[in-house]
């Protein structure tokens, strides 16, 4: 009993746990965290079976946890405690000085107890695409993408950047990229970063004419300008979780970050 190895063969009993609690998760990104940061992804073990699971992700002095769960009858038993300990472990160990992570409303209290503080809101915006036209072919370069990303974060993500542009279709401007992903309940907006903010609208309208159905993307409540985009654009707020860190204060700027990437909250 207690927080082990989180391995390959662990992953269809989370993600029938996840599906039970509405998240929106696949096998391909525990796959990547896996073989990623293995050392950060942890499953409590009682009885034979799983009861609960944590995954993390570092990048560089920064680190994401994400994924927190834990089976609905072995709650309020300290095991969210012991997952997220193990978790933070494993990133201070890697020389990680911030931690990031998003919270429900129920969990937040959780990571204050940690340590946690929280900086911002994350707001989850929900539309439709107009599924009208192509994606427009723009040359891309990948270091300038990095360099925009950076501004909104304060350090290189490269691990996460790479995954998304392989994933999905990545458009981008002189001063702003924004990353299109295919989910089996719709259409991911992010990540999508900007350091010229008048360079979003483009950007949204090359995405949502490539997209049919339903389109949702986590945007910080402190970028009033993607807010206001948004909902020019027809869409609305359909939830909201805390963003929270612990560690060194982050030189974190969310006016440059229009969408998390939000896989397993991963940034």
């Not at 946690?116 to 707001?123: A, G, K």
């Amino acid at each position: 009993m207690g927080a082990e190895a989180f391995t390959a063969a662990d992953i269809p009993s989370f993600l029938t746990l996840a599906e039970r609690e509405g998240w929106i998760c696949e096998a391909w990104e525990l796959e990547f965290l896996l073989a990623t940061f293995g050392q950060g992804c942890r499953v409590w073990r009682e009885n034979g079976g799983a009861g609960g699971f944590v995954t993390s992700i570092g990048y560089g002095k920064s680190g994401w946890i994400g994924n927190l769960l834990v089976v609905p009858e072995m709650r309020r038993k300290g095991i969210g405690r012991t997952l997220m300990q193990a978790a933070v472990l494993a990133l201070l160990h890697a020389g990680v000085e911030t931690v990031w992570l998003t919270a429900s409303q129920q969990g937040a209290e959780l990571y204050r107890r940690l340590g946690f503080m929280q900086v911002d809101t994350v707001q989850r915006w929900v539309g439709e695409g107009k599924g009208n036209a192509a994606p427009p072919a723009a040359p891309l370069d990948l270091e300038w993408l990095r360099a925009i990303d950076r501004a909104g974060w304060g350090d290189r993500r490269d691990r996460l950047l790479q995954l998304a542009s392989s994933r999905g279709a990545l458009l981008s401007t002189s001063g702003a990229f924004l990353c299109k992903q295919r989910w089996g309940s719709g259409v991911q907006i992010g990540p999508w970063g900007c350091v010229i903010p008048a360079q979003a609208p483009s950007l949204l309208d090359a995405a949502l004419g490539a997209a049919q159905g339903r389109v949702f993307l986590d945007v910080p409540a402190g970028n009033h300008a993607a807010a206001q985009l948004l909902s020019s654009r027809g869409f609305s707020v359909k939830g909201q979780t805390a963003l929270m860190y612990l560690g060194a204060p982050p030189p974190y700027q969310p006016g440059n970050i229009f969408a998390l990437g939000s896989m397993g909250s991963m940034g």
